[in-house]
């Protein structure tokens, strides 16, 4: 079973700053990756698939890069509604689909 | 627009059998995706449960696959999830989702809480 590893556990940053989250596998899952959000008493929401794609509707702000190992969610510019959990999951190798831990970001 | 909508039992006792049912509607469950179950613990993260294909291919968690049944209903456009033996351990959010790749359409979940 492959397992992602997200850091850091809580981000605590202000609105207009950059998020960078990060997003390690434990072994190569090539581009095989998507990062959610969620928000308090809501479902996940898909924002960007395949490492790099941003889903349908989802601002540029959010942006996802990286293949192999190791991968990264950027949120360019913080706005108020961005505070929430992300996580990260993937399918290269399944069963099972697998997540990562999650990521809160946090206002400052 | 594609909505998916989870609905059961909120309660369910130890050694017990959870029963869920997620109907589908915007969207034809014959279409090229493949229907899930995942869950989430209360503050804890996603776990995924197994999918369904409309023509019966079924995948599941091997950490579950023991006591799960995925079944789907193609005349009543809806999937299904059973648990059995449950505990403690099995209390959560329980979303139902479309996979294409990804999960891109999530139900809005169901706590199911399992207690005596």
């Known amino acids: 079973e492959i397992v992602l590893t997200q850091s850091p556990a809580t981000l605590s940053l202000s609105p207009g700053e950059r998020a960078t989250l990060s997003c390690r596998a434990s072994?190569?899952?090539?581009?095989?990756l998507a990062w959610y959000q969620q928000k308090p008493g809501q479902a996940p929401r898909l924002l960007v698939s395949?490492?790099?794609d941003r889903a349908t509707g989802i601002p540029a702000r959010f942006s996802g890069s990286g293949s192999g190992t190791d991968f990264t969610l950027t949120i360019s510019s913080l706005e108020p509604e961005d505070f929430a959990v992300y996580y990260c999951?993937?399918?290269?190798?399944?069963?099972?689909?697998?997540f990562g831990q999650g990521t809160k970001l946090e206002i400052k | 627009q594609v909505q998916l909508q989870e609905s059961g039992p909120g309660l369910v006792k130890p050694s017990g059998t959870l029963s869920l049912t997620c109907a589908v509607s915007?969207?034809?469950?014959?279409?090229?995706?493949?229907w899930s179950w995942v869950r989430q613990p209360p503050g804890k993260g996603l776990e995924w449960i197994g999918d369904?294909?409309?023509?019966?291919?079924?995948n599941y968690n091997p950490s579950l696959k023991s006591r799960v049944t995925i079944s789907v209903d193609e005349a009543k456009s809806q999937f299904s999830l059973k648990l059995r033996s449950v505990t403690a351990a099995d209390t959560a959010v329980y979303y139902c989702?479309?996979?294409?790749?990804?999960?891109?359409?999530w139900g809005q979940g169901t706590l199911v809480t399992v207690s005596s």
């Open positions: 989702a479309r996979w294409g790749p990804y999960f891109d359409y």
């Open positions: 395949d490492a790099s």
């Open positions: 999951q993937q399918r290269s190798d399944w069963p099972p689909y697998t």
């Open positions: 369904i294909y409309f023509t019966g291919t079924i």
């Open positions: 072994q190569s899952i090539s581009n095989y």
């Open positions: 915007g969207a034809s469950i014959r279409s090229r995706h493949w």
